[in-house]
């Protein structure tokens, strides 16, 4: 059973950072991707920033490119993601999600954090202060 356990969410004024961590279980973890997603009340979900293990290859959504960093630890099974310059418009519930990088449904890093992952753990809130 794949498992994702999210962690590293908390309140932080603007221009700020906080590091998320995103431990995963149950799965060959050089062959999945992994992503993080945040969604706020009212607002569509959002893929933020993904990475293939496979590959290494990288997403981020335009809001957080020059701020946000992806990172993966194939020896902890852990991806991470590094917050810097932190706007009260990052403030959402930030989960993370993971996909296999193969098969019929694998179109690239990017398509899948566009369009969302089969795997999902539970979300870290993530409150960014004006």
């Known amino acids: 059973e794949v498992q994702l356990q999210a962690s590293g969410g908390g309140l932080v004024q603007a221009g700020g950072s906080l590091r998320l961590s995103c431990a995963a279980s149950?799965?060959?973890?050089?062959?999945?991707?992994i992503g993080w997603f945040r969604q706020a009340p009212g607002k569509e979900r959002e893929g933020v920033s993904c990475?293939?293990?496979?590959?290494?290859?990288?997403y981020y959504a335009d809001s957080v490119k020059g701020r946000f960093t992806i990172s993966s630890d194939n020896a902890k099974n852990t991806v991470y993601l590094q917050m810097n310059s932190l706007k009260p418009e990052d403030t959402a519930v930030y989960y993370c999600?993971?996909?296999?990088?193969?098969?019929?449904?694998?179109?690239?890093?990017?398509?899948?954090?566009?369009?969302?992952?089969?795997?999902r753990g539970k979300g870290t809130q993530v409150t960014v202060s004006s």
């Open positions: 999600a993971a996909d296999r990088t193969y098969g019929s449904n694998w179109y690239g890093v990017r398509t899948r954090c566009v369009n969302g992952m089969d795997y």
């Open positions: 149950g799965l060959n973890f050089d062959d999945y991707a």
């Open positions: 990475i293939s293990n496979n590959d290494g290859a990288t």
